[in-house]
């Protein structure tokens, strides 16, 4: 079984920086592209920046040059270093992942139990 598993969120004052990581684990799997979405109260989830395999990037015009995406393939991480953080950063931020189990072939779209970030002084 292959999962990803978060960390990094938590309280930071308007202005402040803040970085998340997720790490995919598990056993005989290969993961393609990665990415942050968040979900604000009451709002629907939303792409923040993806990454590909080659390390390619994409990101939410809201977050375009405060936030960097990064990963390591080789340990099967992805990073979001978040800066200059607003009040309306503030959600929960779920790690995302797409892949494939190699020993069945099963395609796999993983999705962490989220990390509540709060922007708030």
């Known amino acids: 079984q292959v999962q990803l598993v978060e960390s990094g969120g938590g309280l930071v004052q308007p202005g402040g920086s803040l970085r998340l990581s997720c790490v995919a684990s598990?056993?005989?799997?290969?993961?393609?592209?990665m990415g942050w979405y968040r979900q604000a109260p009451g709002k629907q989830r939303e792409l923040v920046a993806t990454?590909?395999?080659?390390?390619?990037?994409n990101y939410a015009d809201s977050v375009k040059g405060r936030f960097t995406i990064s990963r390591d393939n080789a340990k099967n991480t992805v990073s979001l270093q978040m800066s200059s953080l607003k009040p309306e950063d503030t959600a929960v931020y779920y790690c995302?992942?797409?892949?494939?189990?190699?020993?069945?072939?099963?395609?796999?779209?993983?999705w962490g139990q989220g990390t509540l970030v709060t922007v708030s002084s």
């Open positions: 598990g056993s005989a799997f290969s993961i393609n592209a």
């Open positions: 995302n992942a797409d892949g494939r189990q190699l020993t069945t072939f099963k395609y796999l779209d993983l």
């Open positions: 990454i590909s395999k080659g390390g390619s990037t």
